[in-house]
């Protein structure tokens, strides 16, 4: 976490440690941080507070957007089955996206996958043309998890509402938010969710905006607190510690994106001849590194480069441990033999040119 985010944090895992929904002393100051954690949030992303749902995180924020717009729009019959509202969404998202189109699927909703390029592009003409006059919500990544591969959003968030502007348009803007300004009415969607631990913040805490008017059915249910539509006692100090790290991230994009790119021009062209880059620098986050080094198995290398203390990844962090080959790589075109080949590197807030030339070192040895 950054410096400071702990500090805002502890006080309301001590003396101030109430429940947001009581009435007492205590619970009334762990309101008040909960509403001002809710109000400097928003205040970031261009929203209004009540536009700010806190959730438990990325993963928890994508299912109530696609599962929530997407039931909303069922009508107050209720009704399941073929015919219902489509959603949309591209083929290189994360699981959590796609997991909650299968679920979708599972109780007869359609759903559609947009395909990409051989460098995870997505072009806003294919997304809008991809619509049908069934099609109630539509999902963007901002990035992707995998290769930092940029989607240029506000096109087609543009191009999805000059097709129809009734359609909710959702994205995960969970990679993104650290090193790319994110503003809901500049990027022009109705739901967007961010993840505290990605920019500096505690784990297991996210937020999902939620335009004015954009209709969510929850699919937490019990207290109805975040005004229905995310039951469940509020983590406080999570809250807190995620719009702490928000503003502290805001504040440090400028260095981050010089220094992080300086790192990773370091580290990459230490690399030349050995591996290659799956996406052009201009299309992807400054902060990721996703190399291809052909002939290698990269589990292997993954497991050389931990032993070296180098953390790496084969795919996401979801699924670093899996033996499955990558589907936004398999989605890019690569056949399975390349795909395993494939490591990702993700530079943070802490690193340095120098980590950049170590790290390269590091991986040099272990080819």
Not at 60 to 77: F, M, Q, W
Not at 271 to 288: I, N
Request: proline share 4%.
């Amino acid at each position: 976490m950054r410096p400071g985010v702990w500090e805002a944090m502890s006080r309301f895992s001590g003396d101030a440690f109430g429940n947001a929904s009581g009435s007492h002393a205590v619970s009334r100051r762990a309101k008040n941080a909960l509403e001002d954690a809710r109000e400097l949030a928003a205040s970031i992303i261009g929203a209004r507070p009540g536009e700010v749902v806190f959730t438990g995180g990325g993963t928890e924020s994508d299912n109530l957007a696609v599962k929530g717009a997407v039931l909303a729009r069922t009508g107050s019959s209720g009704w399941l089955g073929p015919g219902g509202p489509e959603f949309l969404t591209v083929v290189t998202e994360h699981e959590a996206v796609l997991e909650s189109a299968r679920f979708l699927a599972r109780f007869g909703f359609p759903t559609k996958l947009v395909g990409v390029d051989r460098f995870g592009r997505i072009e806003p003409e294919e997304v809008a043309e991809a619509m049908s006059d069934a099609t109630g919500v539509v999902s963007v990544m901002a990035a992707n998890n995998e290769t930092g591969a940029m989607a240029p959003l506000a096109k087609i968030a543009a191009a999805v509402k000059d097709r129809n502007p009734a359609v909710s348009f959702h994205t995960d803007a969970v990679q993104a938010f650290v090193s790319e300004p994110v503003d809901v009415d500049d990027l022009g969607v109705d739901l967007l969710t961010l993840a505290a631990h990605k920019f500096g913040g505690p784990q297991g805490v996210g937020l999902l905006y939620v335009r004015e008017g954009t209709r969510l059915e929850p699919v937490l249910h019990g207290g109805g607190q975040e005004l229905g539509r995310r039951s469940g006692t509020h983590n406080v100090s999570g809250a807190v510690g995620m719009a702490t790290a928000m503003e502290l991230a805001c504040a440090d994009r400028p260095r981050f994106r010089t220094d992080i790119a300086e790192a990773r021009r370091r580290f990459e062209t230490a690399l030349v001849g050995v591996a290659a880059p799956t996406v052009p620098v201009e299309d992807r986050l400054v902060q990721h590194s996703h190399l291809r080094f052909p002939g290698v198995s990269n589990e292997t290398l993954l497991i050389k480069l931990d032993g070296l203390g180098l953390a790496a990844s084969t795919a996401s962090a979801c699924q670093s441990g899996a033996a499955t080959v990558s589907h936004v790589l398999t989605a890019m075109g690569y056949t399975d033999e390349e795909a395993r080949q494939c490591l990702r590197f993700s530079f943070g807030w802490t690193t340095t040119a120098a980590d950049g030339e170590l790290a390269a070192e590091l991986v040099k040895a272990c080819l």
